[in-house]
């Protein structure tokens, strides 16, 4: 309790000193000071803004947590872009390989020869 009571009065005594000496500034040391104040001031918002038209200005955290969500927002885009792209082919070869098979296969043409009805039987199934 002792070293308690010693510690507060201290600092209430540096504080008093420090309040005291700060009221006795002279005016050169006020100036010098309020130059530092600026150029502190002026150095920090060089650093964390980002002037945009001239007109709108970005905090820089904002502006990195903006960019890596577009950037992952393209990325998951593109990535199903991609995907999709992948499984497309198949389905547009589907059509070919069968013109291939009927082309190709050894049955008689004349079953071919009317396609409008086997197109219409399978729209029928499909659907019915």
Known sequence: MNNEKREREFLAA???????????????TQARLRAARHRAVA????????PVSGI???DWLRSRRVALSAAM????????????????????????LE??????????IELY????FYVWIEDEQISG
């Open 14 to 28: 540096v504080k008093s000193s420090l309040r005291h000496s700060e009221e006795n500034i002279d005016e050169l």
């Open 43 to 50: 150095a920090h918002q060089e650093k964390t803004f980002w």
């Open 73 to 96: 927002s393209l990325t998951i885009v593109g990535a199903l872009l991609l995907l999709f792209n992948l499984q497309q082919p198949a389905q547009r070869l589907t059509p070919m």
């Open 56 to 58: 709108l200005t970005v």
């Open 113 to 116: 020869q009317d396609l409008d």
């Open 99 to 108: 013109d291939i098979e009927l082309l190709t296969s050894n049955d008689d």
